[in-house]
């Protein structure tokens, strides 16, 4: 039995066994996906030993994504642009890892706003800068949106992802966020904030064209305040969920050989749940 797992540091929040789970029931596949809490001093002795307790790779979150980076011995071209691993698998004996959760935003889009979104997309804004805002521009850039803006409280982390293409990706000033709104077609909140325990984001979205795209990489609630001044607008809008099981069909194909598909019974399982733990 192929068995395989998410790791992080607290880790009860995580929604991946019931989507790895769900998946291994529907393809009738004899493997199990677990759930498993490592502090970060013992991360290392964890990544040495996994194999040897039978795990074929697993998902990485928060707080371990730039540790896995760094104790990987082959990184895809997306993870090292990003400094930051979310799948682990063994290969030829060593360690390797990728970055899928730009994958998983991109496909998020394709699904709810049909797959020409990124040609009709020239300017884009991302709010944060942390390692989801990284993986949010380097996918826009990936899908060729032409420009990529970045908000963040903090200039210089906001500059850390802007350094990832400097030629298309450019930080805008945190009191310039609203006044930039006008020119562009997405706008995606790629902070914590709105997450349910946070403050709301707070960004008027009476600028934005009406043709623009709303999304949202926070899926806890579901309808973020964002999400519902965008629909009180009339704009597409995007919730997080989305990325969150895009992003775990890569992984679930390398670890048990079947490429499984995200599909409207899916989520609505992970709604349930999500909706029955708020």
């Known amino acids: 039995m192929r068995k395989a797992f998410v790791v992080g540091h607290p880790i009860r929040h995580s929604r991946s066994p019931l989507i790895h789970g769900h998946w291994l029931a529907e393809h009738a596949i004899a493997g199990a996906y677990e759930r498993l809490d490592v502090a ?5 002795a964890f990544l040495a030993r996994f194999p040897a307790e039978g795990y074929v790779g697993g998902n990485v979150t928060i707080p371990h994504k730039e540790a896995a980076f760094r104790a990987v011995a082959a990184a895809t071209e997306r993870a090292r642009r990003l400094g930051a691993v979310n799948t682990l698998w063994i290969e030829d004996g060593r360690l390797a890892g990728d970055n899928t959760d730009g994958l998983g935003f991109a496909a998020s889009l394709d699904e709810v706003a049909g797959p020409g979104w ?9 709010i944060g800068a942390g ?31 802007a350094a990832l293409d400097p030629a298309r990706i ?3 000033p945190w009191e310039e966020r609203e006044a930039r709104l006008a020119g562009v077609g997405l706008l995606v909140n790629a902070a914590s904030l709105g997450m349910t325990g946070q ?3 707070d ?8 043709t623009a795209i709303v999304a949202d990489i926070v899926y806890v609630p579901l309808e973020t305040p964002l999400l519902a001044a965008a629909r009180a607008r009339g704009l597409r809008a995007v919730d ?7 992003q775990a069909a890569p992984g679930f194909a390398r670890w048990f050989g079947v490429r499984p598909a995200v599909t409207p019974a899916l989520r609505a399982r992970v709604v349930a749940d999500v909706e029955g733990r708020t």
Do not use: Q, W, Y
Request: charged share 20%; net charge positive.
């Open 170 to 172: 450019a930080v805008v």
């Open 240 to 246: 997080g969920l989305g990325m969150l099981l895009h």
């Open 199 to 201: 403050p709301p984001l």
């Open 40 to 44: 970060p001093d013992a991360f290392p």
């Open 203 to 210: 960004l008027a979205l009476d600028r934005l064209p009406g």
């Open 118 to 126: 990124a040609e009709a997309t020239r300017t884009a804004l991302v």
């Open 131 to 161: 390692g989801a805002a990284r993986a949010v521009a380097g996918a826009l850039i990936d899908r060729g949106v032409e420009r990529v803006l970045v908000a963040n409280r903090t200039p210089a982390r906001a500059a850390e992802v």
